[in-house]
Each structure stands twice: as C-alpha cells, then as structure tokens.
C-alpha cells in the first residue's frame, strides 16, 4: 500500500538559517510527489510539486525538494527561513490510477526562532 | 488567480442531523475531491468525482456520505446523520487532468463540529 512518512513531527529553526524536511515515501510506480503548506486555520497552499524530469524541483516562497529515487525520498529545503515559514508542511504522493488521490504524510510543524 | 472556495467556513450541528457542505471547485477542472482532516492528525482521502461519477471512495466514504455537482459549478458532500467523530476539517480540492498540470488546489475548508 502506498504511504508517505514524515519522521519529524516537529521542527525548531532559527531566523535566517537552512531547513530541510524530510519526507518518504512508499509507491510501486514513478510517484507524483507534493509538498503542501498549512497555516494555523488555513487550507493546504501547494509549494511544489515532482511529476517527472529533472530531480530538482523549485517551488514558491523559496523552497525547493529533491527527488531521489534510490532512497524514495523528497525531501524539502530552504536555505534561509523566514518567521512567516512558520507553519505545518505536508508532503504528498498522488496516485496515478483513475482517481488521482493524494495520500498526505502526518505533517511536519515548523516553528522558528527570533 | 482561480481558487477553489467552501462554504460556510464552520458548521455546528447535533448529532444526528444531516449536514451539506459546498464547494465551488475551479471552473476548467474536471477532477474533484473531499478530503478530511480530524484535529491534530494528517489529512485523509475520502472520494474523488469524475465525469459526474465517483472514481474512488476509501473506507471512511461510508452510507452515510454522498457527493453530488448538481449544477456546473458547485460540488456538495452530504453527511446525512452526523455522528461526534465527523467533527473535522473537511477540504475540497480540484485538479485538472494530468497532462496539464494536475496538481490538487485546495479550499479553505469548513470546520464541522458535532455535538
């Protein structure tokens, strides 16, 4: 069975420092990979997103993810964080049979220091 | 910029009444979806909508949910007797097919709560 896992469940970075978040995943076929970031009370805001090409994927705000097939992994980076990156991340594998449904890892909560 | 919005934002109801909660997905999307996500824990499947039928639906779907587009713009999920474990956060999404991009745009979501 497909599944994504997100072994952080929490985070704690510094203002201006590098942040990665792990994600792995479970899927027999080429995964369609996502992140989604959630503000407190808000929806799920796509970052980027991984269908097929070059590993290296640049998204919104500033981040990027690498897909690395041999360690079924996509993880999610910045290189200098914000106050306002606080905030939960998702990341997703999208199934690629009639129904195209995303299955969401547990989430990952940013919190950064002044 | 397109986006796909849910109303109402929070719903209260007891027990057992029926619930329907509204999304307008965005309008050149073929692809629709519910998903769940109960306070605290990740966000889970519960049906995608295609071609005016349900493509897939997990084991949470169960009798007591239906979805329906019951006109071109709007798509509904019915919960039709609530039961105190419905209360989350219920997000509708809509993509487009996969050789245009395809990636799921989310609504806001609305807050059910059940008492």
């Avoid at chain 2, 995608?48 to 493509?55: M, P, Q």
Wanted: aromatic share 14%.
């Amino acid at each position: 069975a497909q599944s994504v896992t997100q072994p952080d469940i929490h985070i704690t970075v510094s203002e201006g420092a590098s942040l990665e978040l792990r994600c792995n995943y479970s899927y027999g076929a080429t995964p369609y990979l996502f992140w989604y970031v959630q503000s407190p009370g808000q929806g799920l805001q796509l970052l980027l997103k991984y269908f097929s090409g070059d590993t290296l994927v640049q998204g919104i705000k500033g981040f990027e993810a690498e897909f690395k097939r041999s360690q079924s992994s996509f993880n999610l980076r910045k290189p200098s964080v914000h106050w306002s990156d606080a905030a939960e991340y998702f990341c997703a594998v999208g199934q690629m049979d009639s129904s195209y449904k995303l299955i969401f890892g547990s989430g990952t909560r940013l919190l950064v220091r002044p | 910029e397109p986006e796909v919005t849910q109303t109402p934002s929070h719903q209260v109801t007891q027990m057992g009444q029926e619930v329907i909660l509204r999304c307008v997905p965005i309008s050149n999307h073929l692809y629709f979806y519910w998903y769940r996500q109960i306070l605290g824990q990740k966000v889970e499947f519960l049906v995608s909508f295609y071609n005016n039928e349900i493509s897939e639906k997990s084991e949470i779907f169960d009798d007591q949910f239906s979805v329906e587009r019951p006109d071109g713009s709007n798509f509904t999920l019915k919960i039709r007797s609530t039961k105190l474990e419905d209360s989350a956060m219920y997000f509708c999404a809509s993509s487009t097919p996969r050789g245009q991009g395809g990636e799921q745009y989310f609504g806001p979501g609305t807050r059910l709560t059940v008492t």
